[in-house]
């Protein structure tokens, strides 16, 4: 090929190419390219621009290569020099690693060419980091799918072993499809099937008069209804009566029911009339009632509690702490705990019961605690005593002897003297009051008046408050 008759390539040759032109053409074509002399010296440094990790390796012109390299790789590089003075063939695919700033090593791939009579070698590197990130990432994503893979088997191994060994039938549904995705062994022979005929069955064509919408329908309203009880069928195979206690729960964004088969033999015992009185009670009574766990957290609440705190609904109030609606909070929560626990029961304290918008209910409140059962817990019986707050005469009630003991001091003492007098009843009063509504428990009684222990004791003594005993 030629143009104006100026031979640019011929066969075994390359094109005459201007300096600054093939400058840029090796900076461009590799990311760092180092031109040595035959000792090592590194005479110039060319960087691709787009390279910009490499740009401390332009301070390197003038130094010998050998510095610039891991301990490893000088052997590398005394090899190929000697090999090229020795009027060896270029080599290609030489991975040196360098050492930057702070210690870092990083890998470069080199080729090696002679491009001078006076041993000059031209090396041309491609950057190895990305491609090390990359592999990095690589290994750390196998090992986390790893992981999880372990994980995902331990769980499933768990699953298994749980469903073989619980006797309790029990069936897994899609909400969806209606179909069962998993049954275990006594599930299977409760409905007369074996395990691989159950799974992948339409759930209601299992018992007698069910269609499957109206059926898993009908399940899942029960799943999300509070207090909902269960379901009951006939068993089409076996003509079996069973109830059904359904849960719902998402699994990898599928609805899904967990369905617990009981035989209706095998039913709690009824308690009778009592059981539903009780029940009639809770949910229709006046009075509110709540069920909380040993911390006092809320488990249960009837509608009269709902109404009393303005709350919506049951599930706005379950799960949390009964302080949150007393007027002092823990100080009230403590002093019902601690004097039901350790009495059985505390009857008739009066407080006052916050609601979910800030207003406020005189209450009184009987507590009782359940301590035969395997899980304690506490009910609380709250009744409004804002009418009788209403009807009662304001102010502090004052003993005549207190008042009369004040009064006489008009004309023989100081009106700060007076004040200060009248300070001490109001105080012994308080401190009487507190520690009635405690029953006598000293530490309570200091927080519901926001005094130290030490404080209270002082004032008890003062006031002959305190019996021989103490």
């Known amino acids: 090929m030629s143009s104006g008759g100026t031979t640019y390539w011929t066969p075994g040759s390359v094109p005459l190419i201007a300096p600054d032109i093939l400058g840029d053409i090796i900076a461009t074509a590799s990311d760092l390219s180092v031109v040595v002399s035959a000792e090592g010296k590194i005479l110039s ?22 510095d610039t390299l891991a301990q490893d790789s000088v052997t590398k590089v005394d090899e190929r020099l000697a090999a090229l ?30 491009i001078g009579p006076d041993g000059t070698v031209l090396m041309l590197g491609r950057d190895l980091r990305p491609i090390a990130e990359m592999q990095e990432q690589l290994v750390k994503a196998q090992l986390a799918l790893e992981q999880d893979y372990e994980v995902q088997r331990d769980f499933d191994t768990r699953y298994r072993v749980l469903m073989e060994v619980t006797t309790e039938p029990l069936v897994f549904v899609s909400i969806g499809t209606g179909r069962i995705t998993d049954a275990n062994a006594a599930a299977a022979d409760l409905l007369d099937l074996s395990r691989d005929e159950a799974v992948g069955t339409t759930f209601a064509t299992e018992f007698e008069g069910k269609k499957r919408g109206e059926f898993v329908e009908t399940l899942t ?10 379901v009951t069928a006939r068993i089409k195979r076996t003509g079996t009566t069973v109830s059904l206690n359904p849960f719902a729960f998402r699994a990898a964004g599928e609805r899904m029911l967990l369905v617990r088969l009981g035989a209706e033999d095998d039913a709690p015992v009824s308690l009778g009339s009592l059981a539903s009185d009780l029940h009639g009670l809770f949910v229709e009574g006046v009075d509110g009632i709540v069920f909380t766990d040993a911390d006092g957290v809320i488990r249960a609440a009837n509608d009269a509690f709902l109404g009393l705190t303005d709350a919506a609904h049951v599930s706005s109030v379950k799960g949390r702490s009964l302080a949150q609606f007393l007027s002092r909070g823990a100080v009230d929560l403590k002093v019902l705990l601690e004097n039901a626990e350790r009495a059985g029961q505390m009857r008739m304290y009066a407080t006052k019961l916050a609601s979910e918008y800030g207003s406020s209910v005189s209450v009184e409140i009987s507590a009782t605690y359940l301590a035969d059962r395997s899980h304690p817990a506490f009910v609380f019986v709250i009744r409004d005593a804002s009418r009788a707050e209403a009807l009662r005469k304001p102010g502090v009630g004052v003993s005549d002897d207190a008042m009369r003991s004040v009064m006489e001091l008009v004309g023989s003492a100081t009106l700060k003297d007076i004040v200060a007098e009248t300070t001490d009843v109001v105080e012994k009063m308080c401190i009487e009051t507190a520690v009635e509504l405690t029953r006598n428990n000293r530490v309570a009684a200091a927080e519901m008046l926001g005094l130290s222990r030490q404080s209270l004791y002082v004032k008890l003594r003062k006031y002959g408050l305190l019996s021989r005993e103490d």
């Open 45 to 66: 440094v060319l960087r691709n621009p787009d390279s910009a990790r490499l740009a401390d390796a332009e301070a390197w012109e003038g130094a010998d290569i050998r």
């Open 221 to 230: 309203s029960a799943a999300i209804t509070e207090g909902a009880g269960p």
């Open 85 to 114: 003075s020795d009027g060896g063939k270029g080599v290609s695919g030489v991975e040196l690693n360098h050492v930057g700033r702070g210690g870092v090593e990083f890998p470069i791939r080199y080729s090696f060419h002679r």
